[in-house]
């Protein structure tokens, strides 16, 4: 039996982003455009604000007619009456004020605006118990951004606040990444399709393709789902060539048998070069998990047991997906602080990740270790997350500060 | 003008957890269920597995005949085959042994796997080094799941690795709470779609409308568009009816004006009983929000602002959608701890909201407060989160440990 080369986690990572490059660009509207990420920078087209703006609620005065003015000695001023919101502005008369909200265009010629609370109203006229500077609470055109000003770098994810500012300058569409396809197929005889009503005897459901469709996308993918391979090596490869084709990514979510491994590491070497990129991963669980390079598309071969593939798509899955969106690697995956309720042992030489339930007590936030024979469904769903004891490490000590990952 | 009063942000989940109820449930295909909430128990209608299976690749024997081995005598068995994955086992006679992988079927009468590693071929022979128990290695029909056994509670959110549970148990149909609509309307007679190529003087564009859309999609919900209300009272009521109707949660992003302001309120309390639940939150950013229930149904009320309405809705909007959606209240919400880099002062009597940037440097993430004057949409992206002072003090110092929430 030939030797498996493992690679560490961190190599992997890096592998892929040498490896693999985001996809093609195209043109999508705001509303599609959501979680994708920016393929060209944008610019302002006019300047933002459009027009010189209040950002308090107050009068809108000239400046210089309010110097001096004080809690014992108020300046005075014709109320001139209200800017309405979305009307084009009235010019201000000298010795004038208007009624501003906060965001409504100043008056033609006035230059700041004095606070509500700073000001009281006698009649028709307008008391202001403070001066103001030229340019008090006011923010001018363009100050916001200029015009032809670059409002959003190129490789920008686009969440609610940068869709918020696409929007305020009118970029009905944007230039975006493509969203990858990611192709899936399950390999091993004793599969069957998971909407199975009664198992023959020897035969399992095929879970794997629910739960990974799912993380896919999750991970943004568009996902074909592939169906279950027959252990047989032309099979394996026909399919995968022609699933590929139509994917930007394809998964192979292995069997169990020493055969449709085998037959994944050879469809990876067939299906285009340079081919395999690793054979394995020094974490457990996760150890039997293949990465190729066929023709510059990523095929992944992830092991056949439910935690293991779930666990090894979302650390290398999701890396992929990421690359070809156009992503940044992630710089701080979601996670949270929590003590370890018990000691934990673990072989050195490898990165163990450890399911654990997270209990909430008094403010503190507990890890507690899940055990489970390996293949137990029913302790699939116990855990919230997982943490990693490094592979230098022989363990960690119960009551240690542990970074808790977790599960998406 | 009336004194505006304010509630706790607690009080205003609390508040959303009382008034509310998840919506109806529905049968949806497992493909579908995703990201949803399971709304009755899921049982077992067979054992699992649904037949004895090897937890490891070995030898599948009868334990009695290894007993007394060791690694000076080993016990010797005829090597009978291997086990095929998917098949149905063959029967294990006397003296003999099957060659067995992870997962595969125990061959009739064996009860026990000898891991391969303590074993060696000898001709037609296996030699095993090592003793097994009965039932070693063995995982047992009906063992990780009796039939009957409830596999997943109701309430339980349905994330990659139930989808798995389930479909290993072939429930192809679950029952989930239905996906809530919700309807989305903006006011302010300064506001146009934000498609407008060019803006007429005082006007701008609804940014409001993508970036909410966006969040609530990424809460769960289907999205309704309503538009922009004008600013009239009758108009608000009827549209704001007429989008309620056909919506489990309707969602009004203010304009900026007292008159919007004031007519947001009002047609909360027409719309339904009880009406009007908050009328201001003691939190900064924020402090215009409102929240009703009209007829059994949520109505929230945003404060115009860009960055106010993204954080009020990603606070109490997202507390809604889980509510209806069926989950329970965020226990871990996603953060990261920073250190930061400044003192920041903070009025006491209200928590503000303050939006930093995060730089990492020699594995210390630092947080870095952004500044920017009211309504700089230039600001709006700089962000990755944000971090709270409490109503309770009157600042944090630079270099202390905080609790960073990431935006959305």
Redesign the interface.
């Known amino acids: 039996m030939k030797l498996m080369q493992v690679t560490d986690p961190e190599t992997v990572l890096k592998l892929i982003a040498e490896h693999f490059q985001p996809l093609s660009t195209e043109t999508a509207a705001?509303?599609e455009a959501?979680?994708r990420v920016l393929a060209e920078p944008v610019y302002a087209d006019?300047g933002?604000?459009?027009?010189d703006?209040s950002?308090?609620d107050g009068y809108a005065v000239f400046a210089r007619e309010s110097f001096g003015a004080g809690e014992s000695l108020p300046a005075v001023f014709e109320y001139a009456g209200e800017i309405?919101?979305?009307?084009?502005?009235p010019r201000l008369k000298k010795g004038c004020c208007f009624l501003i909200?906060?965001?409504?265009?100043l008056p033609e010629g006035a230059d700041a605006v004095i606070m509500l609370e700073y000001t009281a109203t006698l009649g028709s006229q307008v008391q202001a118990f403070r001066q103001v500077a030229p340019g008090e609470n006011v923010?001018h055109k363009g100050e916001?951004?200029r015009r032809g000003e670059e409002?959003?770098p190129a490789g920008?994810p686009l969440?609610?606040?940068?869709?918020?500012?696409?929007?305020?300058?009118?970029a009905?569409e944007v230039a975006v990444y493509r969203r990858p396809v990611m192709g899936l197929l399950s390999s091993?005889?004793?599969?069957l399709p998971?909407?199975?009503?009664?198992?023959?005897?020897?035969?399992?459901?095929?879970?794997?393709?629910?739960?990974?469709?799912?993380?896919g996308?999750?991970y943004g993918a568009e996902v074909r789902q592939g169906g279950i391979l027959a252990?047989s090596f032309p099979v394996f490869l026909e399919k995968s060539r022609e699933l590929l084709k139509q994917s930007d990514f394809l998964v192979l979510s292995g069997?169990?048998?020493?055969g449709?491994r085998d037959f994944t590491a050879r469809t990876m070497q067939e299906l285009g070069r340079p081919g395999l990129l690793v054979e394995g991963v020094s974490i457990k669980p996760g150890k039997p998990t293949l990465l190729a390079n066929c023709g510059g598309k990523p095929v992944l071969g992830l092991p056949?047991?439910?935690i293991s593939a779930?666990l090894v798509f979302?650390l290398f899955g999701a890396a992929i997906l990421r690359r070809l969106s156009g992503k940044k690697a992630r710089?701080?995956p979601?996670?949270?602080?929590a003590v370890l309720s018990r000691n934990l042992a673990s072989p050195a030489g490898q990165a163990e990740y450890v399911r654990v339930k997270?209990e909430?007590a008094a403010g503190e936030?507990t890890a507690l270790p899940v055990f489970g024979?390996?293949?137990?469904?029913?302790t699939?769903?116990a855990?919230?997350g997982f943490l990693i004891i490094p592979a230098g490490k022989e363990g960690l000590v119960e009551g240690k500060e542990v970074e808790v990952y977790?599960?998406?």
Request: charged share 15%; proline share 9%; aromatic share 4%.
């Open positions: 705001l509303e959501g979680g006019a933002i604000p459009g027009f703006r950002t308090v309405l919101m979305g009307r084009p502005p909200h906060t965001g409504g265009a923010i916001d951004l409002a959003l920008r969440h609610a606040r940068e869709l918020g500012l696409l929007a305020s300058l009118g009905a091993g005889d004793e599969l998971y909407q199975t009503a009664v198992l023959p005897p020897g035969r399992i459901r095929d879970s794997n393709a629910p739960a990974l469709a799912y993380l996308q999750k252990d069997g169990s048998s020493v449709s056949g047991h439910p779930q979302s710089p701080f979601p996670s949270v602080r997270l909430q936030v024979r390996s293949g137990m469904l029913s699939l769903t855990a919230d977790l599960w998406e």
